[in-house]
């Protein structure tokens, strides 16, 4: 197997390897993950980068220290992303810590993460969890957002970053873990269907229309 092949280790722009792992709701950093953390780091001098989808990435490494940090995480038991799946949700802390919370977030990112995360999905598609319409973890700008609200939570979709950023839509409601679960797996399963290389759940929506995409999706 050549350098670039190990799944799991990326090549950098600059000639270095990086390799990230799944910190599912951004909160699972035991003792024992900052000791391996702490000690990898020391031994290979990475930089360690915390991202924006909330997981740890380990940068700057040449390809023999990647492949030994990878054996390092794995049987620290933690997850590193080989294939294109649905990965982890973007989640923000919810109740019972944050005062404006409706919902427990960490919740039901779990229920996802445990359900759905090694899901094969086509490029791209991603997920938040917010705890109230404040969204902190911008369920209202994200593909597929579930933003808390008394009754349950609110269903947000078709929104992106990037250069051309779009809001996402409420587009329904859902009142349970396996109801919401449910429903992102119909819209995983659609959206992979329909991408033909490369496209944001957006695209499909307006090549459908919103009437036929929600009515495929059970909403
Ligand atoms: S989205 Fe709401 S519940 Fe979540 S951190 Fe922000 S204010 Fe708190």
Redesign the pocket.
């Known amino acids: 197997m050549s350098e670039q092949m190990i799944p799991g280790i990326v090549p950098q722009k600059d000639g270095s390897y990086m390799i990230s792992f799944e910190l599912p709701n951004g909160a699972c950093m035991t003792p024992e993950i900052l000791e391996t953390l702490a000690a990898i780091s020391r031994q290979h001098n990475c930089l360690v980068h915390v991202t924006t989808a909330q997981k740890i990435m380990l940068l700057g490494m040449d390809f023999d220290q990647a492949r030994d940090v990878l054996k390092r995480l794995e049987e620290a038991g933690l997850s590193v992303r080989k294939t294109r799946d649905l990965s982890q949700p973007r989640v923000?802390?919810?109740k019972p810590y944050?005062k404006?919370?409706?919902q427990d977030?960490f919740s039901l990112a779990q229920y996802f993460y445990e359900r759905l995360s090694r899901k094969p999905i086509a490029p791209k598609m991603k997920v938040a969890v917010?705890?109230?319409p404040?969204?902190?973890?911008w369920a209202n700008i994200i593909d597929v957002g579930f933003v808390?609200v008394k009754s349950g939570w609110k269903v947000f979709i078709g929104g992106h970053g990037g250069a051309r950023p779009v809001l996402a839509e409420e587009m329904g409601k859902v009142t349970s873990h396996e109801e919401a679960a449910a429903l992102l797996e119909r819209i995983a399963d659609l959206f992979t269907s329909e991408v033909k290389k490369k496209a944001r759940l957006s695209h499909i929506i307006k090549r459908m229309g919103v009437d036929e995409f929600k009515r495929r999706v059970g909403l």
């Open positions: 923000c802390v919810g944050c404006l919370a409706l977030t917010a705890g109230c404040a969204c902190c973890s808390g």
